[in-house]
């Protein structure tokens, strides 16, 4: 990292090279509200990714609140961003077969926030999509523009929803990142020139979740400045629900939906009966001992 810490990676790579063109590269950033989580948390996503696509699949780490405040974070997922599209060739991916940056819960914030961020800096290769799932777009209710202030009513509707994130969760992560909800470097709708130019976006909300609304107005947003974007909703579910509730039936096609999105992100789609399939070969307990299904969303 830029002050000389080293962050851990976990680079996952397919059984065998794809029979088109070369590896796909994604990047993962885990969730857990900016003080909790670890780069093991998307292990069964990047499998299945790698399964489906052929892609090589980095998981990021960051450093976590209380102990790192923000911007800590987002520096670090940025730092990490640098070095892997500097030596995407060394991991053995080809970014012109499609490179995508995407996250859970506070990793999908931080994709948001980097995606928005790269337009303006240099990477060595561009971004070609992102994938955000039940992540927080808008800091606080002030922090959406004027004109979606109507339609932001989720941060009052869940305020007590079942499942992790309520509002005194909400209020806890504000205190332990200590972030300024009106700095790029938090809120994607921050930066001086926002959403023109981002890539193709795939985003997943919780008909239940505080942050339903986020990813609506953004898709929205998104939309109104000509980003080619998807927007799913599962009515009646929290925050997490793919890990909270694995045996739902929105969770379940959820998990299906995650992998469909990454296909159409990189244009090499494939069938649902085969990501199912999938799914069950990565389900279960993955390498870490754990179960952790595919999204990441759980805190």
Known sequence: MRDGYESEIRIHRPKTPPKDGGSPLIVLIFGGGFFMGNCLQMGNTARALTDLYSAIVVCISYRLAPEHPWPQAHHDGWDNLLWIAANASSLGADTAAGFVLGGSSAGG?????????????????????????????????????????????????????PGLLTKQAIQYIKSASKADGFSPDFSPVNAETPHVGMPRTFIQAAGMDMYRDDAVIYWTMLRANGVEARLKVYPGVPHGHANLYPQLKASREAKVDTLEGFGWLIGREVGRERIGEVLLEVGGKGKEGKHEGVGGGGK
Do not use: R
């Open 109 to 161: 914030n931080i994709a948001a926030v980097l995606a928005q961020k790269s337009l303006k800096e240099n990477l060595a290769a561009p971004l070609t999509g992102l994938w955000m799932d039940v992540s927080m777009v808008f800091a606080k209710p002030e922090n959406c523009p004027q004109e979606y202030k109507h339609l932001y009513l989720s941060y009052t509707q869940n305020e007590d929803a």
